[in-house]
């Protein structure tokens, strides 16, 4: 009896542990990049760095363009924790450090052109723009349907196969 409450009790808190394990969407970058007014070249590797760390490089493919902007086009991606949401990211090609910065957020997408230029390191702030609170919707004067589930579709399932589990253990 003790065996199914723990074998329950283990399918729960692998659930839990599970949804919390989930980490944020990548930030991706796309766009242009000169090295002291000149296009950078075919090969030259841009690293995105949050103070020391890289955490995302690509090739440059044509001489002055990284990425693209199409759905399948290769673009530098930065793979985050929730802890670095909010930090700023620094581009760098060599030692040589981009005027734009970024702070970091999850899940977008940025056209972000890159000047690599003496003197003007981490002088720009190329961050998108927060979006506009659109204020709070006015709510239907209806009521809410009636019969909607209470517990999620995915938990259900885990529900069922722990107690379809204990249930085929006792026979």
Same mark, same amino acid.
């Given at each position: 009896?003790?065996?199914?409450y723990?074998?329950?009790?283990?399918?729960l808190?692998?659930l839990?542990?599970?949804?919390?394990?989930?980490?944020?969407?990548?930030?991706?970058?796309?766009?242009?990049?000169?090295?002291?007014?000149?296009?950078?070249?075919?090969?030259?590797?841009?690293v995105?760095?949050?103070?020391e760390?890289?955490?995302?490089?690509?090739?440059?493919t044509a001489?002055?363009?990284?990425?693209?902007?199409?759905?399948?086009?290769?673009?530098l991606?930065v793979?985050t924790?929730?802890? !670095?949401?909010?930090?700023?990211?620094?581009?760098? /090609?060599?030692?040589?450090?981009? +005027?734009q910065? #970024? &702070?970091?957020?999850?899940?977008?997408?940025?056209?972000?052109n890159?000047?690599?230029?003496?003197?003007?390191?981490?002088?720009?702030?190329?961050?998108?723009?927060?979006?506009?609170?659109?204020?709070?919707?006015?709510?239907?004067? !209806?009521?809410?349907?009636t019969?909607?589930?209470? /517990?999620?579709?995915p938990?259900l +399932?885990?529900? #069922? &196969?722990?107690?379809?589990?204990?249930?085929?253990?006792?026979?």
């Amino acid at each position: 009896m003790k065996l199914e409450y723990g074998m329950l009790f283990l399918c729960l808190v692998g659930l839990v542990a599970a949804v919390s394990a989930v980490p944020p969407l990548p930030y991706e970058f796309y766009g242009t990049a000169t090295l002291d007014g000149q296009p950078v070249s075919q090969g030259t590797i841009i690293v995105a760095k949050l103070n020391e760390t890289a955490l995302g490089s690509i090739n440059v493919t044509a001489d002055g363009t990284y990425g693209g902007a199409e759905t399948f086009d290769k673009r530098l991606v930065v793979n985050t924790g929730e802890d !670095t949401i909010g930090k700023t990211l620094t581009f760098w /090609i060599g030692d040589r450090q981009a +005027a734009q910065t #970024v &702070t970091l957020r999850a899940g977008e997408s940025q056209e972000l052109n890159l000047l690599f230029e003496e003197g003007k390191e981490a002088t720009i702030d190329a961050s998108l723009a927060s979006k506009p609170d659109m204020g709070t919707p006015e709510l239907p004067a !209806t009521p809410a349907p009636t019969g909607a589930p209470l /517990i999620s579709a995915p938990f259900l +399932a885990l529900l #069922v &196969t722990a107690l379809l589990a204990v249930a085929f253990r006792r026979t």
